[in-house]
Each structure stands twice: as C-alpha cells, then as structure tokens.
C-alpha cells in the first residue's frame, strides 16, 4: 500500500498482490478520502444512462445503435434516426451452420476428383451468399452444383427438405463441411 500526501486527501493506491485483506476503514468520507478503480479491465468509463445503459456493444452494432437512439455526446454524427417512443435494439444475426452430404455423378471420362474441388465451390458460393432470413433451397444447390463442367447428376444426400432459416439467422457453410462423394 503506497499512501501519497500529507493532509487530504489522501491518494491510496493498492497493489498488494498477495490476496490478504487490506483495511481501509480509515480512508473515509469524513476525511474527503475515495477509493476508485484506475480503469483495470480497460472499460470504457463514461457513464451511460437510459434505455441501453447497461449494455457494451462495439463496432458495427455499437455504431448502428448510435445511429438509430442518437449519441447525446455526439448530437452532431449521430442525432438518433428513431422514431419518438420507439425502442430500437440492434443484434446480430444467430449463424446457422450447414453439412452437405453430395452423391455426384460424374460425366464419362470426368473422375470426381477432378472436379469435387468445383462442386464445393458452388455449394459454398450459394450457401454463403445467402442473407439473413434466407432459406436454403435444394433445388438451387443441386442447379448450382450441375452447373459444373463434368457434373451428369446430383444427389443430396443428408437433407430431404429445404433448410428453413428464420428471420434472425444466417446459414453459412464451411468447406470443411461439405462432403463430395
């Protein structure tokens, strides 16, 4: 403990890091003494208050947030586009991950080999172009997918129906998880 000032207040500053209690009952009020955190953890230390107050958004949603509920600190970029009474909360879309299972059936003379690095291409380029809300449709994958030179017929093997995604997800797919066969 590194006490600093000889009347008050007093600037305490505590870097014990043996875990064994520190008293502190002395550093009082009455003696215009405060114990307050140097910020450790980095969090943003302006006070937030209202609707919102409670939450930490950064980047993209922090920024989308100001921009609808406004930004009294910043009236000027960000006046707040809300509507009076409204409530607005701004999030990010759940990630549906998607598994393809492919039956392919090559044209004569074509080796699946030679073109299942194609055929994921395309799965993947439909999948991941999708956007929020968007269902996966088979029919478009299995159209993707013999649109490839070499490809006579498809098969998708591990899905019967159309993948339905709801208004707040996104379907994405890894390469990993696409299966040529």
């Known amino acids: 403990m590194d006490i600093q000032g000889s009347a008050a207040p007093y600037t305490v500053s505590l870097n014990d890091f043996s875990n064994t209690p520190i008293d502190v009952a002395g550093y009082t009020i009455a003696l215009n003494s405060a114990i307050r955190d140097y910020n450790g953890l980095n969090f943003d230390t302006i006070q937030v208050e209202g609707l919102d107050g409670y939450k930490y958004?950064?980047?993209?949603?922090?920024?989308?947030?100001?921009?609808i509920d406004g930004l009294t600190r910043d009236e000027l970029n960000y006046p707040g586009i809300g509507a009076a009474g409204t409530q607005f909360e701004v999030l990010t879309s759940v990630i549906v991950r998607v598994e393809m299972l492919l039956n392919v059936t090559t044209e004569e003379g074509i080796s699946l080999s030679s073109i299942s690095g194609d055929v994921a291409n395309a799965v993947s380029e439909y999948i991941n172009s999708?956007?929020?809300?968007?269902?996966?449709v088979l029919t478009e994958i299995i159209a993707s997918v013999q649109n490839v030179t070499g490809v006579y017929d498809v098969e998708i093997v591990?899905?019967?129906?159309?993948?339905?995604?709801?208004?707040?997800?996104?379907a994405t797919i890894d390469p990993n998880d696409i299966t040529v066969g």
């Open 57 to 67: 958004y950064t980047g993209l949603i922090q920024l989308a947030q100001w921009t």
């Open 130 to 136: 999708r956007g929020v809300g968007d269902d996966v």
């Open 158 to 170: 591990n899905h019967e129906e159309n993948i339905i995604i709801a208004d707040n997800e996104l």
